[in-house]
């Protein structure tokens, strides 16, 4: 993303909600070992944890598609692209965000119709929780609401580097990882995580 303020912004506040839904995914998956220990052994049923493993997969794919967006890691087929001029590769590097953008802003109006009917008829899941359906899609259209604002913000941005002709830039910024690029971002994440044990292990003795 741009080296700047709103975008720094942004790329935390995706962090931290990426960090809350993996510590939930670990509690909920701690709450569906005691549900098949209970209902084997005890034949005892905490109620409702497939009903909010229901809602948590909505609410991380809506939360990862930010996350993925903006770690470059949403899947491209570049056997074709790779092979073209610098241009014209920026020229398809710029419509496809502006495309995903499109698609993004698509799925928040058919977000908010689920929703506001949900909110206007009271709806409520027939399940032993009764969960007001309003509240498991407010927490996933937010995450589309941020989705769909770094994509226009991404979408814009490639489209005014394309206009300045700064071809170089909208491409290494929004085209497909090369094989060289995953390779450094993988050796990068290993490094980091080789000194985030040695601190540990400094801080122990």
């Not at 993925?68 to 092979?83: A, E, P, W």
């Not at 698609?103 to 909110?119: D, K, P, T």
């Not at 971002?185 to 490094?191: D, H, I, K």
Request: hydrophobic share 50%; net charge negative.
């Amino acid at each position: 993303m741009p080296p700047n303020l709103f975008s720094r912004s942004l790329t935390r506040l995706v962090d931290t909600l990426v960090i809350i839904v993996g510590w939930w995914l670990v509690i909920l998956s701690i709450l569906t070992c005691i549900e098949m220990v209970t209902r084997k052994l005890f034949s005892f049923s905490l109620q409702g944890i497939d009903e909010v493993g229901g809602y948590t997969l909505a609410v991380c794919a809506a939360i990862g598609y930010s996350w993925t967006l903006i770690t470059r890691g949403h899947t491209r087929i570049d056997f074709l692209v790779g092979k073209l001029p610098a241009k014209a590769c920026a020229a398809l590097n710029a419509l496809a965000m502006v495309t995903l953008a499109a698609m993004a802003i698509f799925c928040i109006l058919r977000g908010w119709v689920v929703l506001s009917e949900s909110i206007e008829f009271q709806s409520h899941s027939t399940t032993p929780l009764q969960t007001p359906m309003w509240v498991p899609q407010s927490i996933w259209f937010t995450g589309w609401i941020i989705f769909a604002v770094i994509c226009v913000y991404l979408a814009g941005h490639a489209v005014w580097l394309l206009v300045r002709g700064e071809t170089e830039a909208l491409n290494k910024a929004y085209g497909p990882q090369t094989l060289e690029e995953e390779i450094e971002s993988e050796a990068g994440e290993v490094l980091e995580q080789l000194r985030e044990e040695q601190k540990q292990k400094g801080a122990a003795a």
